[in-house]
């Protein structure tokens, strides 16, 4: 079976500051892992994804993020946020090619304060 | 870029009633997505349709009801509405077989009396 689990419901941190939303992962095969952003009132918006390759990757907003396949991690990170940051935070699974179900975490709730 | 316009932003309805929610997409996408969002809960799969005329069952399919008559367009009625039925439903989209993006919509919101 495959799960996401996102232990932190909520972050806060000073702007300007980095961040790290943890993010792991169950799954036996390879994965496709996503990180999306939801802001109030809105629907969900990618941020990044990983299908293979380079384990770093980079996204929107001077977002990026680190797949482990020997910790089943996909951390999310940012070097400095900005108070605009303050949203939900999704870290979502796929299967491989084929595959039309994605298994999303519980969200991350960030709060940027100044 | 396309969008995805789901009908109506807020509903209100009475416990038992029929109601139904509409979602349209521009991006000529294949497969199209209801998710139910519960306050501090992942996003749960209640249908999906592959191509125009399918659907597809997910963990969360009983008390729900869909139709998919065309490409760009995706219904998700609730049979009958029960007070715990409140939650955000979203629409989403993606290109094709392969695993891709999905593109949401911002969301309709059930409110039952």
């Known amino acids: 079976a495959q799960s996401v689990t996102q232990p932190d419901a909520r972050v806060t941190v000073s702007e300007g500051a980095s961040l790290q939303l943890r993010c792991k992962y169950s799954?036996?095969?390879?994965?496709?892992l996503f990180w999306y952003v939801q802001y109030p009132r809105q629907g969900l918006q990618l941020l990044l994804k990983?299908?293979?390759?380079?384990?770093v990757v980079q996204g929107v907003n001077g977002f990026e993020a680190e797949f482990s396949k020997s910790n089943s991690s996909f951390h999310l990170r940012k070097a400095s946020v900005h108070w605009s940051d303050s949203a939900v935070y999704f870290c979502?699974?796929?299967?491989?090619?084929?595959?039309?179900?994605?298994?999303f975490g519980a969200g991350t709730r960030l709060k940027v304060i100044a | 870029g396309g969008i995805i316009t789901q009908t109506p932003k807020f509903l209100i309805g009475q416990e038992g009633q029929k109601l139904t929610l509409k979602c349209q997409q521009n991006?000529?996408?294949?497969?199209m997505y209801w998710y139910r969002q519960d306050s501090g809960k992942g996003l749960r799969l209640i249908y999906y349709?592959?191509?125009?005329?399918?659907?597809q069952k997910g963990d969360l399919s009983e008390g729900y009801d869909a139709s998919r008559e065309k490409k760009s367009s995706f219904s998700l009625t609730v049979t009958s509405a029960q007070k715990n039925e409140m939650a955000v439903f979203l629409c989403?989209?993606?290109?094709?077989?392969?695993?891709?993006?999905?593109?949401f919509g911002e969301g309709s919101k059930l409110t039952v009396l």
């Open positions: 990983y299908y293979s390759g380079d384990p």
């Open positions: 991006f000529n996408h294949d497969t």
């Open positions: 349709s592959i191509t125009e005329n399918d659907l």
């Open positions: 989403a989209s993606r290109v094709g077989a392969n695993t891709g993006q999905l593109y």
């Open positions: 799954y036996s095969g390879t994965p496709y």
């Open positions: 979502v699974l796929s299967a491989s090619t084929g595959n039309y179900k994605y298994v």
